[in-house]
């Protein structure tokens, strides 16, 4: 996509501020991100309503430019509530909040969404189940569930809410299992099928994934022009020109798909589905072969701590996995395009 000149405007902003605050020392706050940066996009920004009517409280932009923010967000490996904030609040948007939209859009809170699990709700609106891969539910205010059905507000320190902080291998994500044993909850609205979620969390994920490769690349073609080696360049021999270059071509087109795929989901594409799995296993993959190399042409200066490239790496696995693996979402797109 070629950005407009304030799409370009709003991805320097954003790039600006966000290089300012190394992804490792965020980690290391207690919420798992950084609490200022976070507030900084939000009130000089507006990072977290961009996509939201302005009768809400939000820039009533679209998906578009938070497409822009994610690959940023993607690009510093930046810890912090973006990408679960944009499923959460197009969730209530879809239900018809008005009493929390204003609040999340702000920054004046963090709401973590529960979709992926077995959920269900009795007639008296208590929830029981198990979610999975909750983002940012050790840092959040309000606890959000949506079921096949409707989307259920609560908060994460409710009656019958155990939140269990998970394993990752990430450590720029965390995430959370949220158990939920008869737990009151508010009904807000009609949620809506459960597979739009999906299809925005797959898009979504692919401009954190997109951005996130980027950066990778560039770093990597940087290093190989400084980095000397029987009396040249490394970048000067053939096979890691021909590896880079193939390694360019596998951004170009993977961004295309994310692109493409967030086109469709705002127009309301009938091709959405589709468009969102082909991004999501399409992202996933050149992630994942664009980090590998990094780390063998960063050599053994990439398995040290102290360089980001092991944390380009485990990006790359962890996001494969999130939202479902480029398996499931193989099997998926061939039981459509085969019937």
Known sequence: MELSEE????????????????????IEQPAGYDAGLWQRLCKEIGVAGLAIPEAYGGAGASL??????????????????????????????????????????????IAALAWRGDLSADDAGRLTGVAHHVMDAEAAD???????????????????VTVEPADVLDAT????TIRLAGAPARRIGDGGPLTWLRDLACVTLSADQIGAASRAFDQTH????Q??????????????????????LRLEAATTA????????????????????????????????????MVQMHGGLAITWEHDAHLYLRRAYAD???????????DRLAATLLT
Not at 142 to 160: F, I, K, Q, S
């Open 258 to 293: 994310s692109w493409t795929a967030a086109e469709a989901l705002v127009s309301d594409s009938p091709e959405t589905s589709t468009l969102a799995a082909m991004a999501k296993v399409h992202c996933s993959e050149t992630l994942q072969a664009i980090a590998a190399e």
């Open 7 to 26: 799409h370009r405007a709003l991805r320097d902003a954003v790039r600006g501020l966000l290089a300012g605050y190394p992804a490792r020392a965020a």
């Open 173 to 176: 994500r965390r995430l959370a």
């Open 320 to 330: 494969a996995q999130l939202f479902g693996s480029p398996g499931e979402h193989l």
């Open 227 to 248: 980095r000397v080696q029987f009396g040249r360049p490394i970048g000067s021999f053939q096979v890691l020109q021909h590896r880079l270059a193939e390694a360019y």
């Open 64 to 109: 578009l430019e938070s497409h822009i923010v994610l690959t940023e967000w993607g690009r510093q490996l930046t810890p912090g509530p973006m990408l679960g904030s944009v499923l959460a609040t197009q969730a209530l948007l879809r239900a018809g909040d008005e009493e929390l939209l204003p609040a999340l859009c702000a920054g004046d809170r």
């Open 142 to 160: 309000t606890l959000l569930v949506a079921t096949d059905d409707a989307l259920y507000e609560m908060a994460p320190n409710a009656p019958g």
């Open 222 to 225: 940087e290093y190989v022009q």
